[in-house]
C-alpha cells in the first residue's frame, strides 16, 4: 500500500486579486471610464514545512497584496490558498480561528498594529486568552517565556509601545505573533523601518526562530540584500507577477530575469570585485491600471527585443528548479521568435 506524500505547508494555485470593476460594453461605470487594477496575477507559490521562501520586489509589485491573500487579510478575486493541503477560502468562524494559530502575520510598522494604550504583557496576555488560556498565572509565565524567546527583558513587560524602540516593538510583535505556536509566519517587510544594526539583530532573530521552533516563513522585502542569508528560496514578483524563482543562492549568484540583475545591481555588496553585467533599473513602475502589452517589463529591460512588446512570455525552467518568466528563455519547442529574432 502506497504512502500518501505529506501536502506542502503552504500553496498558492492561479492567485489572481483585482480591485475595481470589469469593463462593461462601453468601458464605463456610473458614466466614468473603468478601471481594473491587478495587484496579483496568476501566482503560484508553495511553501514547505520550515523552508523560508522570499518574496522579493519594488513598491507596488504586489507582494504585500499577496501576504495579505495568503493570511487571508483579503480574499482573492480567484484561485486559491491551500494550508495543510486544505482550502482556506470557504472556512467557518470556528475553522477560521484554527487558521490563525496555524499562520501569523508580521508588518512593517508595529507601532500600527499595537495598542497604544496597553502594556507589553497586556499584549500579549490578551493573544493567550482569546485562544484558549484562561489562567493568569499561566498567561504571565507564558508571557515571560515568549518575551524571553525575542529577546526582550521581561523587567519591561509593563511598558508602553510608545516607550519602546522601533527593534523592540517589533520584537513584541513576533512575541505575540508565537503565542499562538503558528507553523507559517507572513513578514512584510519586518525590517525595512529599523536601523541597519537592528535589522541584522532582528534578522539572527527569525533565523534563530525558524531553527529552534521550525517555522515557515514567507519573508516579503524590497531588499535582496536582507534574505541573501535568511531565505531557502526567492520568488521575485513584478507588476503582480513571480517572474522569477529558485534556490536563493542560485537566484543571488545566477540571476536570469533581467528584473532580478536590476534588483541586485541596486542592492547594496560590500564585494567590490563584483562586476555588474547590466545597467541598473531606470524609469518607474507602469501604471497597473493599464499595464504595458507583451511583456510587462520590456519598458525597463536592457535586453529588450521586438517580440517583448507584442507576446506575453511564459513559465519556463531553463534548468532543474528554476523558473523564469522571460522571452530570452523560450519554451523547449520555440527555438526562433517572431522578426527573426533567435532566442
Not at 536590476?262 to 524609469?283: K, N, Q
Amino acid at each position: 500500500m502506497s504512502i500518501e506524500a505529506e501536502p506542502p505547508l503552504l500553496r498558492t494555485t492561479g492567485l489572481n486579486k483585482w480591485y475595481g470593476r470589469e469593463p462593461s460594453a462601453t468601458g464605463r461605470v456610473f458614466g466614468r471610464p473603468s478601471t481594473l487594477l491587478h495587484a496579483v496575477a496568476d501566482v503560484s507559490l508553495t511553501v514547505q514545512r520550515g523552508e523560508t521562501v522570499a518574496v522579493v520586489g519594488e513598491t507596488g509589485s504586489g507582494k504585500s497584496t499577496l501576504g495579505r491573500l495568503i493570511v487571508r487579510l483579503e480574499d482573492p478575486t480567484s484561485g486559491d490558498v491551500l494550508i495543510d493541503g486544505r482550502s482556506v477560502m470557504s472556512l467557518g468562524r470556528e475553522q477560521s480561528q484554527e487558521l490563525r494559530r496555524t499562520v501569523q502575520i508580521i508588518l512593517q510598522d508595529p507601532y500600527s498594529t499595537l495598542n497604544p494604550y496597553r502594556t507589553v504583557a497586556t499584549t500579549i496576555g490578551e493573544v493567550l486568552k482569546v485562544h484558549g488560556m484562561r489562567s493568569r498565572a499561566a498567561r504571565d509565565a507564558e508571557t515571560d517565556r515568549l518575551l524571553e524567546l525575542v529577546g526582550f527583558p521581561a523587567s519591561m513587560r509593563d511598558r508602553l509601545p510608545g516607550q519602546l524602540s522601533g527593534g523592540g516593538r517589533q520584537r513584541v510583535s513576533i512575541a505575540r505573533a508565537l503565542a499562538v505556536r503558528p507553523k507559517l509566519i507572513v513578514a512584510d517587510e519586518p525590517v525595512s523601518a529599523l536601523d541597519v544594526s537592528v535589522q541584522a539583530q532582528v534578522l539572527n532573530l527569525f533565523e534563530r526562530l525558524r531553527d529552534e521552533l521550525g517555522l515557515a516563513y514567507v519573508f516579503i522585502t524590497h531588499d535582496l540584500a536582507v534574505v541573501k542569508r535568511l531565505a531557502d528560496r526567492i520568488a521575485v514578483m513584478y507588476l503582480g507577477r513571480i517572474v522569477e524563482e529558485g534556490p536563493a543562492a542560485d537566484v543571488v549568484e545566477h540571476p536570469k530575469h533581467p528584473y532580478t540583475r536590476a534588483l541586485l545591481d541596486a542592492a547594496p555588496d560590500l564585494d567590490v570585485r563584483r562586476v555588474t553585467e547590466a545597467p541598473s533599473l531606470t524609469g518607474d513602475m507602469p501604471n497597473p491600471i493599464s499595464p504595458p502589452s507583451g511583456c510587462v517589463f520590456h519598458p525597463r529591460c536592457p535586453a529588450v527585443m521586438d517580440l517583448c512588446a507584442v507576446r506575453v512570455p511564459v513559465v519556463t525552467e531553463p534548468e532543474p528548479g528554476r523558473s523564469v518568466v522571460c522571452h530570452l528563455y523560450p519554451p523547449p519547442e520555440q527555438t526562433t521568435v517572431e522578426g527573426d529574432v533567435t532566442a
